[in-house]
């Protein structure tokens, strides 16, 4: 009930952090997502910094305020010395930076400034730890000035009171000692309003229970000292869901993304699932082009332990087309890369491209991977798909497939099956395919005429289970070979190996001819029907002829 009750109340907080942008003409807005994330993520960062303090041998028993009223007696110099037995992964904050501070000053003249260098001296003094990259060089910070997305300069101070008055009430204390789960649910609230599918690289967003499908899928034992990486990471559910069945002390997290938005929120992820060792690896920028993640001698691409993707199925990306289908990249793209249609660029299927820069990122006898992919290309005939799809079987690649029911995401109607790869090598040449299509319960979207589909527990283990073991159920699962896939022109698809099932019935001498008196009973009327009808539309015929 505690654990309820503190998601309540930050659910509470988020929600007034949205009513103050919608008050101050900023609801809906671009910058609104930079709002919410960036407060919260300050408010998280102070209580956690807060809860830390307490926790040092002069400040042990006190009180928030207390603690805080310490601190603020502190020189610089006495401050940096308590600072050097604070975990790593805490933020530093200096007092007058504190919510606690801002709050006792929110009456002065000119507070919006006041608020905005709080967040920058928060950055600065944090810059070596929670920035993540942008390029090869350049880092993106912490926190930016937000009073300014305030347009009306004479509501600044106001929108900046507002905010601090909202994160001085409430306290995250009860929070930090909580497991991924917690923070994957607050996570989930916090960007759900922020995280749509607009068409670029990687904003989008996995559910979490396909996350936790394929990391269970994909890690079924326990490891350690693994690399698990995303190439088009978006929110990060993937890797963090991953990260968290591995366990957080097991392993080094990845990512690299093209999109802004995309890394701040990811960003913001990997702090409040205490992944902050693996934020020097988020990278911004285009992982097609410029893979940034690179081997010790800078030469190859760096290749990994696990490989987690959800990447965008179609987007334009004609600009850098040419330059991808160069020789430079030949290795990395050995199935080619899709033409530029005439009409549609935004059709482009990007996805090929991140499904074969995957492949090649696995390490070699050893690397696993599961890629979210359309359904239409377990089947495609020709082209890229197919030559991917020959490469993975020809290499003893696949382990598996799981074609997911319609709508699972909510905001594409593309039905989407997850391929599972390892570099270790198919099993005894033998191939699990998995069709949970009708699996699922549709609800409607509140305020849309969209479906989503839930899955329950129950058949999130059902599909799990299933491909761990191998398991094969009628018209829903099917173990084939790799040459038997081969001969079906490297199909995936489940349904293409489903055995045909034919019942007998065993009839008595006298059941066979009652049963077959009863079809020469039926065919007659049907024929006698017919006659009648051909009756009708000739004599129809005829009046129509003498009109």
């Known amino acids: 009930m505690v654990l309820i009750s503190e998601k309540e109340k930050i659910y509470g907080l988020i929600d007034d952090l949205k009513a103050i942008c919608s008050n101050y003409g900023l609801g809906n807005s671009g910058n609104e ?58 933020a530093r904050i200096r007092p007058a930076d504190l919510i606690s501070s801002l709050f006792s000053r929110k009456g002065e003249q000119g507070f919006h400034i006041t608020f905005d260098n709080a967040l920058l001296h928060i950055s600065d003094e944090n810059k070596d730890v929670f920035s993540v990259a942008a390029g090869a060089q350049s880092k993106v910070r912490l926190f930016d000035t937000l009073s300014n997305l305030v347009t009306e300069v004479e509501r600044q101070d106001d929108f900046c009171r507002a905010i601090i008055n909202k994160l001085a009430a409430t306290s995250f204390d009860k929070i930090f000692q909580q497991k991924y789960d917690f923070f994957a649910d607050i996570f989930e609230y916090l960007i759900k309003d922020y995280n749509k599918d607009s068409g670029q690289y990687a904003e989008y967003y996995t ?21 698990i990486y995303d190439p088009a990471a978006g929110s990060g559910t993937l890797v963090l869901t991953l990260a968290e069945q591995i366990g957080d002390k097991n392993c080094a997290v ?63 990306f004609s600009e850098t ?16 890369v899709p033409n530029i249609p005439n009409k549609k660029k935004e059709s482009m299927a990007i996805y090929q491209m991140f499904l074969q820069h995957i492949i090649v990122s696995m390490k070699k006898g050893s690397g696993k991977a599961a890629v979210v992919v359309p359904t239409g290309f377990l089947t495609a005939a020709t082209g890229i798909p197919l030559k991917i799809r020959q490469h993975i079987v020809d290499n003893k690649m696949l382990r598996g497939v799981v074609s997911m029911p319609s709508n699972i995401f909510a905001n594409t109607g593309t039905n989407v099956s997850v391929v599972f790869l390892d570099a270790a090598g198919t099993k005894d040449d033998k191939v699990l395919l998995v069709d ?14 969209n479906q989503r589909t839930y899955l329950s527990q129950e058949e999130m283990d059902t599909i799990v289970s299933t491909m761990n073991e191998l398991k094969e159920t009628d018209d829903f699962s099917v173990l084939v070979s790799l040459e038997d896939i081969t001969n079906k022109k490297y199909s995936f698809s489940a349904g293409q190996y489903f055995k045909v099932k034919i019942e007998y019935v065993d009839l008595t001498p006298e059941e066979f ?14 024929f006698i029907e017919g006659h009648k009808l051909e009756e009708e539309i000739l004599k129809g015929l005829g009046e129509l002829k003498y009109e």
């Open 33 to 90: 997502y930079k709002i919410i994330t960036e407060t919260f993520l300050y408010k998280f960062l102070n209580d956690k910094f807060i809860a830390a303090v307490k926790e040092l041998d002069e400040f042990k028993g006190m009180s928030t305020k207390e603690a805080e009223e310490k601190l603020s007696g502190l020189s610089d110099d006495d401050f940096d010395f308590q600072m050097l037995d604070l975990d790593a992964k805490v």
């Open 207 to 227: 559910p979490h229970s396909i996350a936790q499908i394929i990391a269970k899928i994909l890690v079924p034992e326990d490891v350690k000292n693994v690399s």
């Open 254 to 316: 990845y990512t690299q993304d093209i999109s802004q938005k995309s890394n701040e929120i990811l960003r913001l992820n990997l702090i409040l699932n205490n992944l902050v060792d693996s934020l020097p690896n988020v990278i911004q920028d285009d992982t097609l082009v410029n893979p940034r993640h690179l081997s010790d001698d800078k030469k190859t691409i760096k290749l990994f332990d696990y490989i987690v993707s959800n990447p965008p199925f179609n987007t334009d």
């Open 321 to 336: 087309r040419d330059a991808l289908a160069g020789e430079g990249y030949k290795k990395r793209f050995f199935a080619g």
């Open 436 to 449: 949970a299509s009708n699996m699922g319960t549709k609800v409607k979207l509140e305020g849309t005429k």
């Open 513 to 526: 001819q009652q049963k077959m008196a009863g079809y020469e009973k039926q065919l007659k009327e049907y």
